[in-house]
């Protein structure tokens, strides 16, 4: 290990902080000191780290180990320390971005990357490791070894340990290239959403909108030094004017600005869309494939392109009756208030009357819910439905230095007293924060015989912050979402396995969101909305009218849902499929496959695309699987029908859960866990039934 940890089983406290060497990412404690990292600190550590890991990379190779410990486990330990320290840099990046940071971090992350991608390069690491695997330990392995080893080898050949020199140096170069690109790509977006602000000094212009809008509105223009009322496209602010505005011009203006972020100016990731696509195919192949979809999807749970097409159209096909009769439904609702001479629908004005026919059809408003939903209950309410579930104890930790003051930390012990692992919350938008919200992992630990060291996670949002004194007050989609980042973080952080590389949420992308997904169910049902509601004032929990009418609404525009998530779905595997190969526009291409699924007709300039930082930000994690999400959605539509069947809170299919899933990591295939928990395949009824866009379907898949 590259500090001093210690196993979970020996102590119940966070492992001691090591001795201070002057800089703090030269090694990465437990507890990691934000506050003592600055930018200057990046190139200098990062560059030292690089060079050891080098140098105990060669002296690795001279020992030619021999043992699975030696050679498989020690390859990890040979990475940690770099990898522990790019990780908090990039995380900063993302979450505390400074000019000098973003600086550093554009400096170093080629060359990390370029490290990284050489170590399945190296022939004498590549020779080592055939060595081992046609040796006599290697065909003893049974088990989760097996399959660690197994996946070893065919990850160093995926990443074209077997191609001859002049290959791996193209390799190594679009590796570098496409590191690049695509934190260029991320930049972009980020400072596109911040350039853009909207200035109301008219108060009758923010007719519609709900006062605690309003109230965030006039805050972020005072912090500003102005007056009047000021919007962004951050989540919060755009989510409400989009969804609640009466002026159509307003949410127009906003709309378009939304969808046309980095599609040109200072700031276009268009020209950057076309080369990263390039890239990508030339990686593919030059390791042998025809298509980069077929190199990512050999490692699925759907395993080939043709197979992904099917279940995006498969689900497609049962949807499609449903969602014209909702666009259907609608415009005759804007017309029942408008007079028979409305216009069809635009784009912006989809959410709007969707809003307004939600809450005469379900007699709902999801703003009404809000002071029911502060952030503290809804955290607290989480704790104890997963302490219900799997027996763990989570509590605030006071005094920990954080990147912000908003952030917070947490540990987690487990029901014999045993420290599992710690994590980080930041839920509130910044300037200097990238949008949307996320999972990662800042340690993994490893399980071995006297326990397993504790993990280190985090968990960050963009929700509404609190307002004039009050707690943050959460929408229900606000809830959902805090509860989908912590099943992640529940995978990372109660996994026991014994490589860290296949530990966690390290596992096949088409499975990594069905602990996710399947904590979001817990949301809807009485029982557990009852521990994590409270209103803010009277501590009153979610009243039951309140609830029926909210279950209710759960179906409402299902199929537009299903819709929205296919068209991406779409997009994506046509992008990274070759289907857009020679396409003279990309942003049409994808414009015009968007268009079939969409409720109403997309504007001309429409570039959803260039701000589509699932597929070209960062990891190739969602290139050629954005259709994961609908895949998991299955799956976890499916397990939660166990609990359904044998209570939310059983502590029996709980434990049974933790053991076959969430402890797993990848030491087992995802099939296996799913059938070791359900019993059975995946049956894909569960989520139609769950959406209400079918009774009954053939679906075991």
């Known amino acids: 290990m590259a500090d001093t940890q210690r196993a979970a089983g020996a102590s119940s406290e966070i492992p001691a902080t090591p001795p201070d060497d002057g800089n703090p990412l030269l090694s990465t404690p437990f507890e990691i000191p934000f506050h003592r990292i600055q930018a200057e600190h990046v190139e200098p550590a990062i560059g030292q780290l690089l060079s050891r890991a080098r140098q105990d990379l060669d002296a690795f190779i001279a020992c030619e180990p021999d043992t699975f410990e030696g050679l498989i486990l020690g390859l990890e330990d040979l990475t940690d320390a770099l990898e522990r320290a790019f990780n908090v840099v990039r995380h900063l990046e993302s ?175 268009a020209p950057l869309i076309q080369r990263i696509l390039e890239m990508r195919q030339a990686k593919a192949r030059l390791l042998g494939y025809e298509r980069f979809s077929d190199y990512v999807l050999e490692e699925r749970m759907a395993s080939s392109t043709p197979q992904v097409r099917e279940f995006l159209e498969d689900l497609r096909r049962q949807t499609l009756p449903r969602f014209q009769e909702e666009n259907a439904e609608l415009l005759r609702f804007r017309r029942s208030l408008e007079g028979a001479e409305a216009p069809e629908m635009e784009s912006w004005d989809v959410p709007y009357y969707a809003e307004k026919l939600r809450r005469e059809s379900c007699e709902f408003d999801e703003e009404a819910l809000r002071p029911y939903f502060p952030l503290p209950r809804v955290m607290q309410g989480m704790f104890a439905i997963a302490s219900k579930l799997f027996g763990i104890r989570i509590e605030r930790q006071e005094g920990v230095p954080g990147w912000d003051p908003q952030a917070a930390c947490y540990r987690i012990h487990d029901e014999d007293g045993s420290f599992l692992g710690a994590f980080y919350t930041d839920w509130h938008p910044r300037e200097n924060k990238r949008g949307g919200a996320w999972m990662d992992a800042l340690i993994t630990g490893r399980a071995g015989a006297e326990g397993c060291e504790p993990h280190l996670g985090l968990v960050c949002g963009n929700l509404t912050p609190p307002l004039s004194g009050r707690p943050a007050l959460l929408t229900h989609s606000d809830v959902t979402t805090i509860f989908h980042e912590f099943g992640h973080l529940l995978h990372h952080c109660l996994s026991r396995v014994e490589s860290r590389s296949f530990a966690g949420t390290n596992v096949a992308w088409d499975f990594v969101e069905l602990p996710s997904q399947l904590l979001e169910n817990w949301c809807w049902e009485a029982e557990a909305v009852d521990l994590l509601s409270g209103h803010w004032q009277t501590g009153e929990p979610l009243p039951v009218a309140h609830l029926d009418r909210l279950r209710r609404s759960r179906d409402f525009r299902a199929a537009n849902a299903m819709m929205r998530q296919l068209a991406m779905g779409f997009v994506d595997l046509a992008l990274h499929s070759g289907e857009a190969d020679g396409e003279a526009d990309l942003l049409a291409f994808c414009r015009r496959i968007q268009q079939a699924l969409s409720p109403a007709k997309l504007p001309e300039d429409y570039a959803m695309i260039t701000s589509f930082t699932h597929l070209f930000a960062g990891p190739v994690a969602y290139a050629a699987g954005y259709y994961s999400y609908k895949w998991a959605e299955v799956l976890d539509a499916d397990v939660f029908t166990r609990f359904l069947k044998e209570g939310i809170f059983n502590r029996a299919a709980g434990r049974e859960l933790r053991e076959s899933i969430l402890s797993r990591g990848d030491s087992a295939p995802p099939e296996e866990q799913f059938r070791a928990f359900m019993g059975r395949n995946p049956d894909l009824r569960a989520l139609l039934r769950r959406s209400g866009l079918a009774e009954d379907t053939d679906g075991v898949f």
């Open 95 to 269: 979450v505390a971005s400074t000019p000098p940071l973003r600086a550093a971090f554009n400096a170093v992350q080629p060359e990390v990357s370029a490290f990284f991608s050489g170590i399945p390069l190296n022939e004498g690491l590549w020779r080592v490791l055939q060595s081992y695997a046609s040796g006599k330990e290697a065909s003893g392995l049974r088990g989760p070894r097996r399959r660690y080893l197994d996946k070893t080898m065919r990850s160093f050949r995926r990443h074209g340990a077997a191609l001859g020199d002049e290959e791996k140096a193209k390799l190594q170069a679009v590796d570098r290239e496409l590191a690049t690109l695509t934190t260029k790509f991320a930049q972009n977006v980020v400072d596109a959403t911040s350039d853009f602000e909207l200035l109301l000094t008219d108060r009758s212009q923010l007719a519609g909108l709900p006062e605690s809008a309003v109230e965030a509105a006039r805050e972020s223009a005072a912090q500003r030094g102005i007056s009047g009322w000021r919007f962004t496209l951050q989540a919060p602010s755009y989510t409400a004017v989009m969804t609640y505005l009466e002026d159509a011009s307003i949410r127009r203006h906003c709309y378009l600005a939304y969808n046309r972020r980095a599609s040109g100016g200072d700031h276009d990731n």
